[in-house]
């Protein structure tokens, strides 16, 4: 005998038209339309009960390298313009622009390097 549990479903509850538009999150293609919210949620809870009654939920977990959770693949450039005086005058630039009020264009040749 298969065992029973229950399943949390998130329901979006919308009203349109003088109806109201019940749709469960986790399914996006079970909706019904309902004159009332009571209606509409009896509905739903309905359609789902049918549609998982032969169903089975497995929980399955996958083994992920911890290299490709951890790794940041900007690492490799962390610090790359450390002693650059040009990336720093830039940086200063970019700075005081975002601070200004200022919302008028930037002058590309002012950024430009001979």
Known sequence: MPQTANLKVNILLENKNNM????????????????????????????????????????????????????????????????DPYFAEIALSIRSERESNDDSEVDPSLYMVE
């Open 20 to 83: 109201v538009i019940a749709s469960a999150l986790e399914f996006p293609s079970y909706r019904v339309e309902a004159a009332t919210r009571d209606l509409a949620l009896q509905s739903l809870t309905q359609l789902l009960a049918t549609h998982l009654k032969d169903a089975e939920i497995i929980p399955v977990e996958i083994k992920v390298s911890q290299a490709a959770i951890s790794e940041n693949p900007w690492i490799k450039y962390a610090g790359f313009f450390k002693d």
